[in-house]
């Protein structure tokens, strides 16, 4: 697919991923399939500009995203 096609030409590149519920996270995009976004380097993104780094890879169903901007 060409959405595929697309991200995967930005891998290792840093991204703002907000889900559907306004969850955001930021981080390196790892890796993409047609189910999920693999994020390495990643932390959930709270108040102003406080940040939790997540343990490992975060995966995230792609039918959340709401939206990714590259910062």
Known sequence: ???????REHLLERFV???????T????????DENT?????AAVMG????RTPVDGELYLDRFR?????RP
């Open 65 to 69: 995203i709401a939206f990714m901007q």
């Open 1 to 7: 697919m060409r959405r595929d096609r697309l991200l």
């Open 25 to 32: 996270f930021v981080g390196l995009l790892h890796s993409v």
């Open 47 to 50: 108040a102003g500009t406080q």
């Open 37 to 41: 976004v693999c994020m390495v380097d």
């Open 17 to 23: 991923v907000t889900l559907d519920d306004g969850t």
